[in-house]
């Protein structure tokens, strides 16, 4: 993998790529299959920075990622985990838990999965990512 798409792409580490025109596509090493196709617009600064709908206090964070027992199931998916990138809808969305949601009320009307060493928080919706938090 490309240092500078490391640099932005960390989660690619373990990826293969091939360069298409002017596009970089990752490629899943253990099925060949395609996740996620880079062009020059990925790198452009575009006219305002992404900003995440959800926000969330330090103490709203650890009070969520605490929630969280160690041995949830996880997924993995196979896309960029990127604000607005959408959750395929053949995975299960969960519900945070009655007493997170009495303390974080806006977290009411989202879902969560966990993959790998992250919590995904969707917009149920449109299954889009609203945040990532790493655990």
Known sequence: MPAAVLAIF???????YVVEEDA????????YEIVDVLDEGTYAPGPRPQ?????LTD?????????????FPRVRLRLRLALGAEIPPSLE???FAPL????????????FV???????IV????RSIALVLDR
């Not at 970089?24 to 099925?31: A, L, R």
């Not at 103490?59 to 041995?71: C, H, N, Q, W, Y």
């Not at 997170?100 to 879902?111: A, C, I, S, T």
């Not at 917009?123 to 449109?126: A, G, I, K």
């Open 10 to 16: 960390p989660y690619y580490r373990d990826y293969r």
């Open 24 to 31: 970089i596509c990752i490629v899943d090493p253990e099925t």
């Open 51 to 55: 900003v995440a709908e959800l926000m």
């Open 59 to 71: 103490r709203e964070r650890i009070l969520v990622l605490d929630s969280i027992p160690p041995d």
């Open 93 to 95: 969305l969960h519900e």
């Open 100 to 111: 997170v949601v009495d303390q974080v009320p806006k977290l009411g009307n989202f879902r």
């Open 114 to 120: 966990v993959s790998q060493d992250q919590l995904v």
């Open 123 to 126: 917009e149920p919706r449109d």
